[in-house]
Structures are given as C-alpha cells and as structure tokens.
C-alpha cells in the first residue's frame, strides 16, 4: 500500500475512553463527521473534517493538514484547525490504516487512531483524548 490510497472520504467517529462498560453506546460518543483526505506522493496530506448535518445551515468545517508514511503499515499525523464559527479549534491525530485481511468478507479501508483536544475551547480544556475510527465510504 502507498500513502496516495488515504486519499477518500470516510465516516469518521471517535469515542470517549471510558474504561468501564457503558449500557448506552452513545455514553462513548466523542464525534461523528465526515473526513475527506487528499494524500500526495510525498507524504502530504490535506483535507477536511466536516460536523454536523443539519440540512440548510452551512457545514461546520476544519481544515485537516499533516504527512503520512509506509512502514509495515501506512501511518499518518494530522493537525485540525476550525473555520469560523469553530475557529479556536484545535485537535491533533495519529493514525494508523488498519490491516485488510485477505480472506475478509466486504472489508472497508479503516483508520484507527487516537485523538488530542490541542487547544481549550469554550469550557472544553486542552488534553482531551479519544481514540477514533474512520471508514472508507463508497467511490473511493
């Protein structure tokens, strides 16, 4: 695999890490959002991570930059930052692609990682964590 195929849009969801069982799985729930990634053959990445679907308002919106590299798995850091309105946003990620197996059954790309609040916003404090899983949708 090279660092080109991150490329796709994938339905990311992160979970807070709570260590006990929950009886609610939405007593997890960090985020749900869409990611678009753009990775060239240098290691470059961009893209976006779009919150929220509230049909006929305008999306909330960060703006997703960081490198990815191949070693026995592709790897990849990624730093977001909010547009207006969520402009004091600030999170950063590590990540990893997931193994396909090759006798799997539908399997889909899937990135795994951990997530950092970089920055306080609102009554959010900076250090925040997540782990997160992001799947490739349809098309790419």
């Given amino acids: 695999m090279?660092?080109?195929?991150?490329t796709g849009t994938y339905t990311y969801r992160s979970f807070l890490e709570l260590p006990d069982p929950v009886n609610d799985f939405n007593e997890l729930r960090f985020a749900q959002a869409e990611l678009r990634l753009s990775a060239e053959a240098d290691g470059t990445v961009s893209g976006m991570l779009i919150l929220g679907d509230v049909s006929g308002t305008p999306p909330i919106v960060m703006?997703?930059?960081?490198?990815?590299?191949?070693?026995?798995?592709?790897?990849?850091?990624l730093s977001g930052r909010g547009r207006p309105p969520i402009e004091d946003f600030h999170y950063e990620y590590d990540g990893i692609v997931l193994r396909h197996w090759e006798t799997g059954i539908d399997q889909r790309m899937v990135l795994a990682g951990t997530v950092l609040r970089a920055e306080r916003h609102?009554?959010?404090?900076?250090?925040q964590t997540a782990s997160f899983l992001a799947v490739r949708r349809d098309g790419f």
């Fill in 122 to 127: 609102g009554d959010a404090p900076a250090g």
């Fill in 2 to 6: 090279n660092v080109t195929e991150l």
């Fill in 63 to 77: 703006d997703m930059t960081g490198t990815a590299s191949v070693s026995s798995r592709v790897s990849f850091t």
